[in-house]
């Protein structure tokens, strides 16, 4: 999954000739074989626009060729929802995407980001944390997909988190000693001579703390939710052990043990829809709310050197809609083009990629949902 400081990274690559390519891809079947065609039409395109640029055959080629060593069989064979390439003299990195993506090729000299914000932005992207005794695994989930983020560094079980603990203590655990009504193994059991509830309750405590501290490390964005899914008992306690900030008060119930990665996502994506969607009517509220004070703006000349300068707190874009000019940071002028020439930049693009990097939030929405006739609104921090 692409990050924060991947996409400031690829933001810095400017002032030079840049390739971007987005493509949706077809997982499976036969309708694979509609991916080498897209990638193949829009190496073409990017050939074009180069061209008509004023870059030589060979420039072209030399600039590409870094590309074309992906068109085999088994890449377009193993794909997600979209595709996503960035190609310039000194980069060329790829994404496979969790979203589908429209195709478009943008040949300019800095790369077009805007498709990747909805990853990134207010309603982007949430984490599931599915907690036994037995087993810790955790996801990072978008409204479309799912995936499982390898655990280093960090305990997968509180055998293996007390393990070293209170050597004096004589510590002992046994597991899977029966399986459950589900077909689950039965959750293992950890304790000390002469233990009682409160020993076991500090003992899972300890382990709980543990994981927490190793999920703070994986997690980047403390801003999306973290769905808890185990046992109805786990939750009061990992919550005191807890510090990640946006912990949704309800989790999945049950014996995370037996539920696939689909079926955790199923059910997280019910809990925290209606959190993003809240999220975003609360902050198109706070924008009128803000308007009337004169600490927002809808007017594109304002709102791209505010987000530039640190001044935007939340920003709510269209997807699927350029505005094509140019923006000078010295001077702060913004200059708006009815259709792309050269040396222009997506300024909605830049303006919400500016928003993340300077910690603010960002929205991405369809068009039809902008307060008024607007194409784009910003809550400014002063």
Known sequence: MISIDELATLSAESKTTCVSIY????????????????????MREAEEQLSAAGLRSREIRVLLEQAETLDTYDFWQHQE???????????????????PVPELVVATDRFHLKPLLSLLTGDGQFYILALSQNQVRLFQGTRFSVTEIPLEDMPTSIAEALKYDDPEKSLQFHTSTAQTAGGGDRSAMFH??????????????????????????LIQD???????????YLFPLYRQANTHSRLIEQGISGNPEILTAQELHDQAWKIVQPYFEQAQQDA?????????????SDEIQTVVPAAYYHQVEALIVPVGQQQWGLF??????VQLHSSQEPGD?????LAALHTLMNGGTVYAVEPDQ???????????RY
């Open 284 to 296: 198109i509220a706070q924008y009128e709310i803000s308007a009337a004070v004169g600490q927002a």
């Open 328 to 333: 000078d940071p010295g001077s702060g002028e």
């Open 81 to 99: 929802e979209g595709l996503a390439l960035f190609i310039s003299p000194t980069v060329f990195q790829y994404y496979c995407l969790p979203i």
């Open 370 to 380: 902008l307060p008024g006739e607007a194409s784009i609104v910003a809550v400014l």
């Open 222 to 232: 403390q801003k999306a939710p973290l769905v808890l899914a185990g046992v109805d």
């Open 345 to 349: 930049e997506d300024l909605l693009d």
């Open 192 to 217: 000390g001579h002469g233990a009682g509830e409160d020993d076991q309750n500090d003992n899972l405590l300890r382990y709980f703390r543990k994981v927490n501290q190793g999920i703070q490390d």
């Open 23 to 42: 493509l949706p891809m077809e997982r499976s079947g036969v309708e694979t074989q509609q991916n080498p065609i897209r990638f193949k039409n829009a």
